[in-house]
């Protein structure tokens, strides 16, 4: 227990002091003062669980002082020491909240010890009963939290009871949202180093309290709750005014949330603002119009407002970008040149924003399943690509952001160019050049003088020489680059089975089929089909 000793007699002080000194623990002095006004600004600035003070003191007697503390400092217990034995000092000291009046002529070290010992119980018995009004507190409004969000949520997905409770609903949340001109926000968490409140369910708790603060200031009502993992749903009245327009309105209040919830938690967040409506029965269309906006900036950890969802204007389909540059240098055998182009790629995907969540998880693919048909042109183990090629489909649903989606794809292309390069030094540069003229001119009629003729060799030297260090004769090579080039093509599904044969290189379909089913165990059509399934 914490002790501040005032009285201007400098003697009764210290013996004060030296009278609690030997009643030892819990009981220490914190400090002394002369008079009422030092007692004051001591408590200010210091911890002081008990003031004992005489009455009569210059600039601020005891009664002020005991008026004074618990008018500003109201859990600080005062005790009365005086030399005046008159009722009506005792009678004002306990009326304003003194809990013992003792003339000091009466004080004995047992006397002092009971008095202070029953402080320190009436202490603790305040401290006991405020810690259970702060956990019923809790309680309520943890109880009143889940009541609120499980009925915003039955709100937003259509219940017509919920509809006909909502002005009830709302006088008992205390939200002061009213039918007309409701608006839905929707606010994602973005990932940050910057988070002040680590503990998630705490987090969560700050994020909805701030929003809800911020609200009430901004427009004098509404409400936030927790719809879904890193979502919060908000709804407001928003009325346009001679200073501002709804929209205009909503922008701002938008910012004032992220702006909050920046400096006071260190959340990062992105708001997508739905159409604003008159009738509770669009709050559904509201709810899934402003969610579906929100998926953009969440996929490219963006911080920011959208509004409206526009379409891609007439004219600029053309500026979503497609890996030409890829599939170039993929084409053409540059495999180096391969991965620089992948990067590229991601960088302009990454700076227009143009593709949603499944057109860029389709590109990746797109890439990775290009490297793996490149990659078994150039026998690398099957062992190493099967499991990649299988497993790609499930890691790419796996991954939340384009940031995470881009990281992966890239060490996905690097790690392949990686597989293909140490495969191809094992051969000499006559086998090499030929197999990079055999990936260049495969869809052509492509003999075998015609690649021998291009490295400088003789036709047989050469097909021994291939076969050598390949492991299979020139027609072998020329049918697997052919037929891993269809099954390239037969992926994207954009072409026929019987295009396909004729841009790998036969104009035979039913020879091609023939092939393929006997390279892959199944047919062209099946491949297709198993293909678009994954």
């Known amino acids: ?43 200010r600035s210091h911890t002081v669980d008990l003031v004992v003070t005489d009455v009569k003191m210059p600039g601020m007697n005891g009664i002020e002082l005991i008026k004074s503390l618990k008018q500003e400092m109201p859990r600080i217990r005062v005790v009365i020491f005086s030399s005046y034995n008159e009722f009506q000092f005792a009678a004002e000291a306990l009326k304003f909240g003194a809990s ?15 008095v202070l010992q029953k402080i320190g119980k009436d202490i603790e018995l305040d401290h006991s009963k405020l810690v259970e009004i702060n956990s019923l507190r809790s309680l309520l409004n943890q109880n009143q939290l889940a009541l609120r969000t499980a009925y915003f949520k039955e709100l937003l997905l259509g219940n017509q009871q919920e509809w006909n409770d909502f002005q009830d609903k709302m006088l008992l949340f205390g939200t002061g949202l009213t039918e007309r001109n409701l608006t839905v926000l929707a606010l994602g968490n973005l990932p940050t180093s910057e988070l002040k409140i ?10 909805t309290n701030i929003v809800n603060e911020t609200l009430m200031n901004e427009a004098g009502n509404g409400c936030s709750f927790l719809y879904e993992d890193n979502v919060v749903m908000l709804l407001v009245n928003i009325k346009s005014t001679s200073m501002k327009s709804q929209r205009e309105s909503l922008l701002l209040l938008a910012n004032r949330v992220t702006e909050n919830l920046r400096k006071f938690i260190g ?13 509770l029965s669009f709050l559904p269309e509201q709810a899934r119009e402003a969610l579906e906006a929100l998926h953009l900036p969440l ?32 084409d053409l055998g540059q495999i180096r040149e391969v991965s620089e182009a992948c990067k590229q790629f991601m960088n302009a995907i990454s700076e227009q924003k143009a593709l949603n969540a499944k057109q860029a998880r389709a590109l990746s693919l797109e890439l990775t399943y290009a490297m793996v048909n490149k990659a078994r042109a150039y026998q690398v183990p099957a062992t190493k690509l099967d499991l990649l090629y299988s497993e790609a489909h499930l890691e790419v649903m796996r991954l939340k952001t384009f940031r995470e989606l881009r990281s992966w794809t890239e060490t996905m292309v690097d790690t392949i160019v990686q597989w293909i390069e140490q495969h191809r030094r094992k051969y000499g540069e006559a086998v090499q050049n030929a197999c990079d003229f055999i990936q260049r001119h495969f869809s052509e009629e492509l003999s075998l ?9 003789s036709r047989n030297y050469f097909s021994e020489l291939f076969k050598k260090e390949t492991g299979m004769n020139f027609n072998e090579y020329l049918m697997q680059v ?13 072409l026929k089975v019987s295009e396909t044969a004729v841009q790998v290189g036969y104009a035979n379909a039913s020879y091609f089929i023939k092939l393929f089913k006997k390279y892959t165990g199944i047919s062209p059509s099946e491949y297709m089909e198993l293909h678009n399934r994954a």
């Open 299 to 330: 996929f490219y950890e963006d911080r920011s407002i959208v509004y409206d969802q526009s379409p891609i204007p007439a004219g600029q389909a053309d500026t979503i970008p497609v890996p030409d540059n890829f599939h170039r240098y993929l």
């Open 198 to 207: 680590q503990e998630e369910d705490l987090r969560i708790l700050a994020v």
């Open 100 to 114: 013992e009046y003792i003339l000091k002529a009466e004080i004995t070290l047992q006397g002092l010890g009971e």
């Open 267 to 279: 959340v990062h967040a992105a708001i997508s603002i739905s159409t604003t409506y008159s009738r």
């Open 449 to 457: 003088q015609q690649v021998a003729d291009h490295v400088h060799l």
């Open 1 to 43: 227990m914490n002790i501040l000793i005032v009285d201007d007699e400098p003697i009764f002080r210290e013996w004060f002091q030296m009278t609690v000194a030997r009643l030892g623990e819990p009981y220490r002095i914190a400090g002394e003062a002369a008079n009422g006004l030092e007692a004051i600004d001591f408590c």
């Open 482 to 494: 052919r037929l891993e080039q269809a099954m390239n093509l037969l992926s994207t599904k954009t």
